[in-house]
C-alpha cells in the first residue's frame, strides 16, 4: 500500500515508500511496538510491634 508519510518520516516503520496495510490502521502508525518496561524503584518494609 501506497505510504502517505514517506518523505516526511526518515527511517523506522513508515520510512519506505509501501507499507502494510495494518501498519496504517493502528493508533500510533509511526511506532511499530511499545515496550513497557518498568524498573523497580522503590522498596518497602513494614515491622510492627505492640507491647502492654
Known amino acids: 500500500m501506497q505510504n ?3 518523505g516526511q ?3 523506522g ?3 519506505a515508500q509501501n507499507v ?3 501498519q496504517l490502521l ?3 502508525p509511526q511506532y511499530q511496538q511499545i515496550l513497557s ?3 523497580p524503584y522503590g522498596d ?3 515491622q ?3 507491647a502492654r
Open 44 to 46: 518497602s518494609h513494614y
Open 9 to 11: 518520516i526518515r527511517g
Open 4 to 6: 502517505p508519510f514517506f
Open 48 to 50: 510492627s510491634f505492640t
Open 37 to 39: 518496561v518498568r524498573r
Open 26 to 28: 493502528r493508533p500510533f
Open 20 to 22: 502494510q496495510r495494518r
Open 13 to 15: 516503520a513508515l520510512g
